[in-house]
């Protein structure tokens, strides 16, 4: 076990995957000086066929992924903020989702698109979205969400051996957070949620930076005799539905806190998949916390006031735990 | 030693003469068989633009990569892409180039470097960069050439592709099929200034061909290419021709006006490619018996293929959802 930050896991697992496999590619605007530091040294290292500044054109740099991986090549490509992936997506949801489909199956395309995502640091509106949603609801990518140090390296490493489009979104927040990283050649699988903390009251699924939040929560709840059970789905697609409903079958109550707005969130998937499959075991609804549907304001009294805290999920937590049991 | 390319060779007349009539002849068959119902969609035909892929395509081998548009059938062929394959596709079977999961608009042989037609417009631009940017990584000489419409010639990846593919001097040649139509709008009220011109601010070569003109084309895309294979980046080819077809076949069922004159589309159809590529053959020398022969064993062919591929299996529903990700079809 090592001690690094996420940032450090991350650019650890760069370094080694791409010494590992010469046909691995980075490229993005930055990428050489490296904004987050995720990227930091690999020009040096790598030299500038494979590690390459772009100019600001994510429309076109989608669609050169997808280009260069239908040629054989691995690329990465850093998108910086994921709000930015946006200018990008028509390539991500047209070309990338689909041409393995389209084509029968002939289209091999390992792509990593890599992000930092998520508000809580005054970023404003348009650097703090968590647009996961939106790529679950494409079908044809698969989407790496990690909370913490260890995860992070175990999950890009997945990523970038992955013969599918990964998109791997890192906790802007929580980047410089240190945590235990294993030694050695560290893979996570996709779709296997890890469970943080066990309990057997209440099951709180929470994504990426919401894990910290929940594990907050969790302390104070265990104060007042509750003990919650924390997942990290680590994965939204695979999402691993097994792992959660065990857990529910286990405790009986669900809370999902995701920092993506409600509408449509991962929340509500991760809810419908409860009232689908897990309906005879659940004791009371489903709570999501979530921020709502508006966008990310700027001042930090404002962002407060929507994004979600410990008090929020302990609070909903013991509401869900004062309804009767509906079964 | 530079390749001198004044006129192709009677051999490689005569073998782009018969890949435009493969295309003729699977798209006639393919407009009659939408218009017979037979068709699950509509197909956007290349019938009159023919000379343009077949031209380009014949300096290619298949290492190299194209990317092509939603009027696709014509680049598949041109690139050597196998007629039956295309046809079933079309025809939503199982035998199909992508087992009756792209259809027309989607027809791809990686195989063949055809890295597929695009529903997108201007879908293939990002692609062919890439593409471009692998085989610059490998050195071994591969280009990218990326098909694409005068309408597609506004979207602002082409400039972005421009841009790139300069600055990292990628082997990249841009083809601008100009039509002159975007679906139905006019290129002149889509389009300011000369798309050609497009070319020159970021120190890229821009190439015109006659796009009606097998000939003229291959020569402009034999130097434009050459250029590209030097390692001095990207060219812009403008093949300047007509779809003398609807922009989707049987469009005249649901448009409640024309959109063009009939004189328009008659001056086209006065310079077909095909009856002009057999005017150069019969130029060459080559007997008026032989064209007629290669006439013939075309239309065999194709009426053959489309024959066995009409009575092709239906693509199983159990294919769809391991479709997605490649782990799940192991
Ligand atoms: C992104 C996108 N916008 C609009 C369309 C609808 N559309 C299909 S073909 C077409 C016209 C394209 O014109 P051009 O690029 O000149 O190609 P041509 O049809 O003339 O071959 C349009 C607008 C589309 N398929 N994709
Ligand atoms: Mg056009």
Redesign the pocket.
């Known amino acids: 076990m090592a001690k690094r930050r996420m940032i450090q896991a991350i650019n650890d697992a760069m370094f080694e995957e791409m010494e590992r496999d010469p046909r691995i590619v980075l490229f993005g605007e930055d990428v050489e000086i490296s904004m987050f530091g995720d990227t930091k040294g690999l020009r040096e290292r790598f030299g500038p066929d494979r590690v390459r500044d772009t100019p600001i054109c994510e429309a076109l740099l989608t669609g050169m992924a997808v280009g260069m991986a239908a040629a054989g090549w691995r690329p990465v490509l850093h998108m910086m903020f994921a709000n930015f992936m946006y200018t990008g997506f ?1 390539a991500i949801a047209n070309q990338m989702a689909k041409l393995r489909l389209m084509t029968g199956g002939q289209m091999k395309l390992p792509i990593t698109i890599m992000a930092g995502f998520g508000g809580g640091r005054s970023t404003a509106a348009q650097h703090s979205d968590c647009p996961y949603p939106l790529f679950m609801n494409l079908g044809g990518v698969h989407v790496a969400v990690p909370s913490n140090a260890g995860d992070a390296k175990g999950l890009f490493k997945s990523a970038v051996r992955s013969d599918d489009p990964v998109i791997f979104l890192e906790p802007g927040g929580r980047g410089g957070e240190m945590g235990e990283v294993p030694d050695g050649d560290h893979l996570v699988p996709f779709g296997r949620a890890s469970v943080r903390r066990s309990g057997s009251d209440v099951t709180i699924v929470a994504i990426s930076a919401m894990v910290k939040l929940a594990e907050q929560a969790a302390k104070q709840l265990a104060q007042d005799g509750i003990e919650a059970e924390i997942l990290d789905p680590r994965t939204l697609v695979p999402l691993d539905e097994d792992g959660i409903l065990a857990s529910l079958s286990r405790t009986g109550r669900l809370v999902v806190v995701d920092e993506a707005r409600d509408r449509c969130s991962a929340a509500s998937q991760i809810a419908a998949v409860a009232a689908d499959r897990g309906f005879a075991m659940l004791k009371g609804p489903v709570r999501r916390v979530t921020v709502p549907d508006v966008c990310m304001p700027y001042a930090p009294v404002l962002e407060r006031s929507v994004y979600p805290n410990a008090e929020r999920i302990a609070d909903v937590v013991r509401e869900l735990l004062n309804c009767r049991d509906y079964r | 030693m530079r390749n001198d390319y004044h006129n192709p060779d009677p051999e490689k007349l005569v073998a782009m003469f018969e890949r435009m009539l493969v295309i003729r002849e699977t798209e006639e068959y393919l407009g009659a068989q939408f218009r017979a119902g037979e068709l699950p969609a509509g197909v ?1 035909l290349y019938i009159g ?1 023919e000379a343009s892929g077949v031209g380009i395509c014949a300096h290619l081998g298949d290492e190299d990569w194209i990317t092509s ?3 696709g059938h014509g680049h598949f062929l041109a690139k050597g892409g196998d007629p039956y394959a295309m046809i079933a596709e079309i025809h939503a079977k199982s035998d199909g180039i992508c087992g009756g999961f792209g259809g027309t608009m989607h027809v791809a042989d990686v195989s063949r470097g055809i890295l597929g037609a695009n ?5 293939g631009l990002g692609i062919a960069t890439g593409a471009a940017f692998a085989a610059k990584l490998e050195g071994n000489g591969k280009v990218a050439v990326c098909f ?6 506004n ?1 602002g990846t082409f400039m972005e592709a421009m841009n790139v593919a300069s600055l990292w001097k990628l082997p990249l040649l841009l083809v601008c ?3 002159g ?3 139905f ?1 006019r ?1 002149e009220v889509a389009t300011s200034g000369r798309i050609i011109d497009r070319a020159s601010p970021f120190n890229i070569p821009g190439f015109e061909a006659d796009g009606n003109d097998v000939a003229d084309v291959w020569r402009v895309s034999g130097r434009a290419l050459e250029s590209v294979r030097s390692g001095e980046g990207p060219a812009l080819l403008v093949t300047y021709t007509y ?1 003398t077809r609807g ?1 989707v076949e049987a469009e005249v069922n649901f448009l409640s006006q024309p959109y063009r004159s009939e004189e328009e589309v008659a001056s086209w159809v006065a310079k077909d490619p095909i009856e002009r590529g057999a005017a150069l053959l019969a130029q060459g020398g080559i007997a008026e018996e032989e064209i007629s022969a290669i006439r013939a064993r075309v239309k065999a062919s194709i009426a053959e293929m489309a024959k066995r591929a009409r009575s092709a299996a239906d693509p199983d529903p159990a294919r769809v959802r391991s479709m997605m990700f490649s782990a799940a079809e192991a």
């Open positions: 028509d | 956007h633009q548009t939603h009027r529903g997108i417009v201007g879908g694409f419409g005068d309408g597609a010639a979207q099929e100009h039509n139509w975007s679906e709008t290129s779809r922009h």
